[in-house]
């Protein structure tokens, strides 16, 4: 199948298909998702919870999502592949989004790159458009700026927090983003967004009439652990899996069943009397 691009993905929303996308940090998940015939990969800096076990995005920095989206291109060449642009890598000014957004092109070959905000990141936006890099924005929920938030909830609940939202939707249409994730806002105000803007518009935990749908890989194969998100549907619990496999293993070698004789190697024709020989003198 061959790559989509930023046109098939439009086409997409014009027909009324729906647009799968994951996130993915590593080369063998890659290659699974391309494999599963995804749309659209992220990189995203949730990568700082789900890799490094560290409490939230903050910490993640742009070398660590480089490193990890050159892995994920290498898994899934044929893939439309999005950055996600860690917090510290474009609020401080225009010239810094634009050199980190360019960042993820030269280096990890991206196809686009992913920032949070609505309203306030405009002018960033504009900028890394006009260098030649495509741009999704992200509204809603913006973990990054969680703080401002009240913490890691659900907005646009109110009519008034609702219209904050679409401002911010409206505002990133109009800077020229080509694709828009829509996180933690009620089915109505997504569906309004979504019919409004002429860009397939993204949700992750924002109902079903959105033009695709985001979730975080380790929280469809359960691999993560800490917290399970609502808007979730795991399809595998490969962290049970991966537990019991290796308790398995533990218990083989204290109890020395492993290795067994098909685990091993055995020396040449003639060459362990050799070896004996040798090993008596």
Not at 61 to 78: F, K, L, N, Y
Not at 89 to 94: F, I, V
Not at 140 to 161: D, F, V
Not at 235 to 263: I, K, M, W
């Amino acid at each position: 199948m061959p790559k989509k691009g930023l046109f098939d993905l439009h086409e997409m929303k014009r027909a009324g298909e729906q647009i799968t996308w994951l996130t993915a940090y590593d080369y063998p998940t890659a290659t699974f998702e391309e494999a599963a015939g995804i749309d659209m990969i992220l990189v995203g800096d949730s990568l700082g919870m789900c890799v490094y076990g560290y409490p939230g995005t903050v910490p993640v920095t742009m070398d660590q999502c480089i490193v990890h989206s050159e892995a994920v291109r290498r898994g899934a060449p044929g893939t439309f592949i999005i950055g996600d642009m860690p917090l510290g890598s474009y609020q401080a000014s225009d010239e810094d989004a634009v050199t980190n957004a360019i960042r993820f092109l030269k280096e990890a070959n991206v196809d686009a790159i992913k920032l949070e905000g609505g309203v306030r990141t405009v002018s960033r936006v504009r900028a890394i458009l006009d260098a030649g890099v495509a741009v999704c924005g992200h509204i809603g929920l913006t973990p990054q700026s969680s703080g401002q938030l009240g913490g890691h909830k659900a907005q646009g609940r109110t009519l008034e927090s609702a219209k904050l939202v679409v401002e911010d939707a409206r505002a990133l249409y109009e800077a020229g983003v080509q694709l828009l994730l829509v996180e933690a806002v009620p089915p109505e105000v997504a569906g309004f967004i979504r019919a409004e803007l002429p860009i397939p518009v993204l949700g992750i935990g924002a109902g079903s009439d959105v033009d695709g749908q985001l979730l975080i890989v380790s929280d469809v194969l359960g691999t993560f652990q800490a917290f399970t998100p609502k808007f979730v549907k795991k399809y595998a619990d490969l962290a049970g899996v991966s537990t019991a496999a290796l308790t398995e293993y533990v218990n083989d070698v204290r109890g020395s069943a492993f290795p067994e004789e098909q685990h091993c190697y055995r020396m040449l024709e003639g060459e362990q009397e050799k070896f004996a020989d040798w090993a008596k003198s």
